[in-house]
Structure formats: C-alpha cells, structure tokens
C-alpha cells in the first residue's frame, strides 16, 4: 500500500512519526513544502525538510520541535563577528546538512537529490520529494503594509505581524519535483498532514499540476485539520486564515481542501462542526488528535489509515 | 615607513606578532600565501589568510598554530554523516569565517574583498593581500609517483611523502591582486617572512610580475631563515628543499632568494654559515631567530627592520 502525504514542518512530523509506526517507510512518499527555504549566509536551509528528516531520524530537538537535539551554536555566533543577523537558530550539527545541501546545489545536483543524500544519511527509507526543484518562496504581506520573507515573519518577527495576503513566488514557473505528481497518482491513500493550509500545503496545492493530480487520483484523500477549537497548537495558522477570509476553524480547513479530499479527520473537541464539514461534501471522522507521545502518534495514524481504507 | 611582508602561515605570523609590537598596523602589508588554499565541502579555507589574521588578533589556538582558541567540532563531525572526509580540523568558529568568505565569493566579490571583510571582522587594521584573486592551486608530486594537493600533503599525510616536484596549478594565469605590486614597489622594507621558500613563499614569487617587483624595488629586502641548524621547526621546509635539490639550510634560502634579497636574518646556531650567505652577495645579520614568546617576537622584528634601516 503506498502512502502519500503532503507535508509541513512541525505537525506533520509528529502525524508521520505515527504514520512510520505501522506503515514501512519503503511505502510512503512525502511531499513537502519549499515555500518556507531561506537563504542565511549563503547557504540553503529547507526547513520543513529538515524537521521531518531530524523528525523521523530522532534527531530532533522534542523541546523546540526544530533544530538537533542537544545543539551548539558556536558558528552561528562567529557568524554575528560578520554582521549577518542570527535570529535564525541554526545550530553547528544543523549548520552541517546545510553545507552539504549548499554544496550539493552548487555542483548542479537538484535540491530532490540533495534531500535524498540527507535523508539517506540519516538512515530513513522513506521517499522524500520537495514539492519543487524550483525555487518558492512564500511571501508575507502584512496590513503595516510591509513585505516579508516567510522565515522573517516565522521566525524573526514571531507571527504578530497581522497579515493582508501571501503569495509564493515563483509559483508560476515552479515545475512539480520529479515523482510527485506520480507519487500522487499512483498512491492509494494521500493523506493530507495536520500543516498550516494556507503556507505550508498552500504551496504544494499552487505548484502545476499538483492540485489537478489531487482531484483526479484514484487514491483516497484524507486530511487531519491542523486547526481544534478554532485555534493551532503552533504557529499562526488560525489568525492567518481568519485574516484571509477564510473560516477559522476545521471547517476552513475542509473548505480549502474540498475539491479533493475525501474525509477529514478533525478533533473530538470539534465534534459539533461535523455536520458543517459533512455539508462541505466532506466526511468527517472525530478522533482524538493531539499527538502528545508515540501512542498518541501511532493511534491517529491508524484512524487516518481505517478512514479510507 | 611602510612595511611589506610576504608571508606564508605560521612561521609568519609569529613573525607578524612581534611586528606589530613596533610597527602600527597601518603601516604593514602583508602579501598572503594561496597555493595552500582548498574546497572542503565546498567552503573555501584560506590558511595562510586565516592564521595570520586569528593569530594577530589574538584568536588562535596556540597549541597547533592555526584554528580558534577554544573550538568546537561539532559541524566536522555532523558533515561525516554525509560521506566528506574530515581530516582537516575546521572547527565550529572557524568554519563561520569560511561561510562567510564563501558566501561573498559567491556574490562576486574578490578573494582581496573577502579578506579585507575578515581582516576587519577581527579587528585589525594591516592591509593583508592575497597574493592573487586567481586560484592557485599547490600540488606535490611524490616519489612514489602520486600527485597531492597541498592539504592533503600536509594535513592529511602529515608531510610524510617524499617529495620529487612541487607545482603551482594556475600560476601561468594568475594576475596579482590589486595593490600586491604597490605594495612592493612602494615599501620601504620588504621583509620576506620565515616561511617555507618552496610551498609557502614560492608561489607568491611565481604569480607574474612579483618576483620582478621585488628584484626593482626601491625598498630594502630582508628574509628571515625559516631553516636552523639544517632544520625547520615546523614544517617540511627543509626535507623538501633537499629533495628539490637545494640546499636545505640558510644558505638554501639565502640562494633561493638571491635576486631580491639584500639581507638575511639567521640564527645564531648557523653562525658558521655566514660566510656561505654572504658569497652569495645577501648580507648575513646573525641573531636569535626562536620566537618563544612576545619579547622573542618583537626583538626578532626589531632586529630585522635595523639590519635595512
């Protein structure tokens, strides 16, 4: 049975270190997000990439959800000696998959290619595409009227600017990474992670051609809403959907995702917005989502897994 | 009075640092050694560049001549997850300065602009010149009928190859960088620093016009014995100087540099050879040449700067 999930960072790290407890890593493809990669002193961070491969790897740092457990950060403080801006934490082992992803770029491998060699590095089996080879970046405009990088806006600015639009540019001429859309195609469950819906699936959906493979596959598509009780358990998702008109809530997430996904997945604490969702033409499954440790993990993915078996 | 040095890594350095005791910054150029330099995951180090300035800004380490005090090697050993050798001991810190020197070379700048930004980021006020913006590359050819670069000679085999040629890729090319020139045609004491003639000052005499610079200067010449008693104190120098057919004491060096050279500091241990130097038409200075600390340093540079004054 082949898995695909679309992916983000954090939350969909944890959905599949579920997914990986009953599912063979040689059975799922994910797709994940590039709109959120950044350039810091000249070198190529993907950190949605990262998250799941240090994720999945057991490498990550449980605490902040990114970065390598128990980091240093000493060249990331020489780096300030240079007058670059260190808001960005990268730590010195974390320092080292972005030398090598760099280099790899620089002698003409892809950035698939590269997230390959990272991934085997860290002893995965899983398939690990970048929804693009292309550069994306998503960009933030906010109601101050200022234009942000995502990570200034993630990271440095810590989401309290109020946001007026995003966009991703680069989007129009970003070609699909090779196998994604096959890996969509050809899957028999696509499984949509518990991610932001506007900038971290947002841009999967955006790439040529993704959205239409969506649509058309013969796999089920199911997702688990990131949103419960109309609020993230990280991240800006909620305030940035609201603040683009969407609603707020598990049923936006089904809105933004109806025109192809099958069921949603949505939390017991939303159980009175099923009835919204099913009128979405979506079915709704209320479980327990928040994933606190490897049991929980294991379970959703399991409800995932039986809601369109 | 300006003062030019042409320097390779450590025996320079330690001759810088009793330079400056006397002389101000502003007054020094130093004309930097970089056959020496590599790609290591596809940072560019400078050695030579970055232990004279580490050194003279009072970072070094100065158990081993190069590197920071006090490092870190967790990006080292994170980057041998990736298949990269890691024999060349680029620490947490110092791997922020190759970033960085990587990322502005990357932009466009020069390798003399990227040197001018570290020079500046640590603080001191010389002028330090690549010999070259051009790459060169040194090569050691062995008796055993391999072909090494530099580093790996060195570092990598700890110099325990014998030695049949040495060459210097890209020398027929390689224009000097700006200022290199000036600097020697506009010194008032040039002082070639004790530094391996054949790896370290070789291939700045090689680069097009230096060696005639030197030989036209109305500056006054002085080198310092890197050999002692037929011996380096660190380094090949002297086992490659004999296995390239020269004579591997002061005397070598003094013929080394014939052309240019008006005078030769040597150590008090090859006070024999006095005569020797001076047949070769170079005026032997005799002195205390070991520089154990910073009074060493400094009466070694005084000593030096008297003998052309």
């Not at 407890?21 to 961070?45: A, H």
């Not at 300030?80 to 030398?99: K, M, N, Q």
């Amino acid at each position: 049975m082949n898995i695909t999930t679309l992916a983000g960072g954090v939350g969909a790290a944890r959905f599949l270190e579920g997914l990986i407890q009953i599912v063979p890593q040689e059975d799922i493809t994910v797709i994940s997000n590039t709109g959120d990669d950044e350039d810091f002193f000249g070198l190529r961070v993907s950190p949605d990439i990262d998250i799941v491969i240090y994720t999945l790897a057991g490498a990550i740092n449980t605490e902040t959800g990114w970065g390598l457990a128990g980091e240093t950060f000493r060249a990331l403080e020489a780096l300030g000696r240079f007058g670059y801006e260190t808001w960005f934490g990268l730590g010195d082992g974390d320092l080292a998959t972005h030398v090598h992803r760099t280099n790899m770029l620089h002698n003409g491998a892809t950035l698939s290619q590269a997230t390959r060699s990272i991934v085997e590095a860290f002893g995965l089996r899983l398939t690990l595409l970048p929804v693009s080879d292309d550069r994306i970046r998503t960009i933030v405009e906010t109601v101050a009227g200022e234009t942000l990088a995502f990570q200034e806006y993630f990271v440095k600015r810590r989401t309290e600017d109020e946001v007026r639009d995003v966009r991703f540019d680069g989007i129009e001429t970003a070609q699909p990474a090779p196998g994604v859309l096959e890996a969509i195609a050809n899957a028999d469950i696509i499984a949509i992670a518990p991610s932001n819906p506007v900038v971290s699936i947002g841009p999967l959906l955006a790439v040529t051609g993704v959205r239409e493979a969506l649509r058309t596959t013969r796999a089920k598509v199911v997702g688990v809403s990131p949103i419960i009780g109309g609020k993230t358990i990280k991240g800006p998702a909620d305030r940035m959907m609201a603040s683009l008109g969407m609603t707020p809530t598990a049923v936006g997430v089904a809105e933004a995702y109806r025109d192809f996904l099958d069921v949603l997945v949505i939390d017991e604490e939303d159980r009175a917005l099923a009835p919204a969702i099913e009128a979405t033409g979506i079915r709704p499954v209320v479980t327990q989502t928040i994933m606190r440790g490897p049991a929980e993990k294991r379970a959703l993915a399991e409800t995932v897994l039986a809601a369109v078996r």
